[in-house]
Structure formats: structure tokens, C-alpha cells
């Protein structure tokens, strides 16, 4: 038995090359896809922009909320803290 070279270039096929017409339909089809997807990276990073920007304002709203909760219970305690004193006095005057 002989043996079979692992390359036997006379047995190998000829690449196929594509028509030209072909060729440029892919081509054609490859640079929509290409301007598709660098437009739809426009889109996402315009509405991460916009998002990041609602985020920060929602930020800001809650910690003025924070903060105006901080001072209401502030008051409340000074209110409590005078309610107190008062029923302190007139159960000493009782």
C-alpha cells in the first residue's frame, strides 16, 4: 500500500472565488450592517447621557428630601422637647 501525503496539492480544489457581482452584494450587505450598528451605538450612548442626567437630578431631589426630613424631625424634637417643659410647669403648678 502506498501511502496518501497529508497535502496532495494536485487533489485540492481551487478556492471559490465569488462572482463580482456577489462579491459586492456581501460587501454592500456587510457595510449596512456596519453603519446599522454604529448608529444604533450613537442611540444607546445618547440615552445613557440622557439617563445618567436623570439620575443625577433624581439623585439631587432625593437629597433634598434627605434633607428636609433631617429637619423635620429636628423640629419635631424641639416641639416635643417644649411640649415636655410646658406639662413639666403646669404639673408643678398643680
Known amino acids: 500500500m502506498g501511502k496518501t501525503p497529508l497535502f496532495d496539492d494536485a487533489k485540492s480544489p481551487e478556492p471559490t472565488k465569488p462572482k463580482g457581482g456577489r462579491f459586492l452584494d456581501r460587501l454592500k450587505d456587510l457595510d449596512d450592517k456596519i453603519a446599522g450598528a454604529v448608529n444604533r451605538v450613537k442611540t444607546l450612548k445618547a440615552e445613557k447621557?440622557?439617563?445618567?442626567?436623570?439620575?443625577?437630578?433624581?439623585?439631587?431631589?432625593?437629597?433634598?428630601?434627605?434633607?428636609?426630613?433631617d429637619r423635620l424631625a429636628?423640629?419635631?424634637?424641639?416641639?416635643?422637647?417644649?411640649?415636655?417643659?410646658?406639662?413639666?410647669?403646669?404639673?408643678a403648678s398643680t
Not at 429636628?74 to 404639673?91: A, P, T, Y
Open 49 to 69: 447621557a440622557e439617563l445618567q442626567k436623570r439620575v443625577s437630578e433624581l439623585e439631587q431631589a432625593l437629597s433634598e428630601k434627605q434633607e428636609e426630613i
Open 74 to 91: 429636628s423640629e419635631k424634637s424641639g416641639v416635643r422637647s417644649q411640649i415636655e417643659n410646658l406639662l413639666d410647669e403646669w404639673r
